[in-house]
Nanobody
Framework: VQLVESGGGLVQPGGSLRLSCVAS????????MLWYRQAPGKERELVAG????????SYADSVKGRFTISRDNAKNMVFLQMSSLKPEDTAVYFC?????????????WGQGTQVTVSS
């Protein structure tokens, strides 16, 4: 199982970035996909989520209206389009795959990609 994020980097306040996560080794289209972030000295927080079919999305209040999550099940990829970036968006961003049965939780994590918002 692998989740590999890319697209992070240094961007000025007000700028945009698009994060990508490519998945392999599990039935991607059966999993909900989420983006988390963790800033230095802070706990990991949920940023956005999308259901397995891609029809339902959810966002943290702090990013609502600025970030958009999407997925391409044919390519086993999930994306996070980030706009109007702020210094407080600086963090390592992680891709997460999640599904559950009545008995078992299946969850996978990527290694993270650094996003730095600074002038």
């Amino acid at each position: 199982v692998q989740l590999v994020e890319s697209g992070g980097g240094l961007v000025q306040p007000g700028g945009s970035l698009r994060l990508s996560c490519v998945a392999s080794g599990f039935p991607f289209s059966s999993y909900n996909m989420l983006w988390y972030r963790q800033a230095p000295g802070k706990e990991r927080e949920l940023v956005a989520g999308i259901n397995s079919a891609g029809g339902i999305t959810s966002y943290a209040d702090s990013v609502k209206g600025r970030f958009t999550i999407s997925r391409d099940n044919a390519k086993n990829m999930v994306f996070l389009q980030m706009s109007s970036l702020k210094p407080e968006d600086t963090a390592v961003y992680f891709c997460n795959a999640l599904t559950m049965t009545l008995e078992t939780k299946y969850e996978y994590w990527g290694q993270g990609t650094q996003v730095t918002v600074s002038s």
